[in-house]
């Protein structure tokens, strides 16, 4: 079965610090990856996706991922961050078909 | 930001009413997704179609029903609302041969 896990309900970092938020996934196949951000009261707003190619994943709002087949992730980064980033993250893969599995989601929580 | 409405926003109302949530998308997408979130928790695929007159169920069990008449728009309907209800819907939909999904900005309904 096609999974994804986010194993932190809450990540807490200071503002400027680099942040990570963690998923890991599990899938037959080659993964289709998603990052997501949901803030308040909204619906879901797409980050950035890995399909194929680099590794190395550059998406909206100067955040980025890492593909590592090896170890089935795709951590969420970020160099520097800021108090607006302050959100809920939800990693997700596609399924068999095009639809989409979603972690459990991970809170941000960026400190002044 | 993606051209997908969602009405109402929030919705209040009584127990046996019956409601629709509107769900539209300007962006000639055939296919569309409904969501079923309760607050800061992950997403659950309740309904999506792949086109006009295609409607499937998700993964998780809803007694919402769907319709598909036309290509931009995708409404769920309760015929009989009841508190179990209550929760945020999402919307979302994406091109045929895209991957990432577009989010509307979600109706967060509450029976009472």
């Known amino acids: 079965a096609q999974s994804v896990a986010q194993p932190e309900d809450q990540v807490n970092v200071a503002e400027g610090n680099p942040l990570t938020v963690k998923c890991t996934y599990s899938?037959?196949?080659?993964?289709?990856l998603f990052w997501y951000v949901q803030y308040p009261n909204r619906g879901l707003q797409f980050l950035l996706k890995y399909i194929t190619g680099d590794n190395l994943v550059k998406g909206s709002y100067g955040f980025e991922a890492e593909f590592n087949k090896s170890q089935t992730s795709f951590h969420l980064k970020k160099p520097s961050a800021l108090v607006s980033d302050s959100a809920l993250y939800f990693c997700?893969?596609?399924?068999?078909?095009?639809?989409?599995?979603f972690g459990t989601g991970t809170r941000l929580q960026v400190f002044p | 930001e993606a051209d997908i409405y969602q009405t109402p926003r929030y919705l209040v109302i009584g127990t046996g009413k019956k409601i629709t949530l509107e769900c539209s998308q300007t962006?000639?997408?055939?296919?569309m997704y409904w969501y079923q979130q309760d607050p800061g928790m992950e997403l659950h695929l309740i309904h999506y179609s792949y086109g006009v007159n295609s409607t499937e169920k998700g993964d998780l069990s809803s007694e919402s029903t769907v319709s598909r008449i036309r290509t931009e728009h995708f409404p769920l309907t309760l015929e009989s609302a009841r508190p179990s209800h209550t929760s945020q819907y999402l919307c979302?939909?994406?091109?045929?041969?895209?991957?990432?999904?577009?989010f509307g900005p979600g109706t967060r309904l509450t029976v009472t």
């Open positions: 962006m000639g997408h055939d296919k």
């Open positions: 899938v037959s196949g080659n993964p289709y």
């Open positions: 997700a893969v596609r399924g068999f078909t095009d639809k989409l599995i």
């Open positions: 979302a939909s994406t091109r045929t041969g895209g991957n990432e999904q577009y």
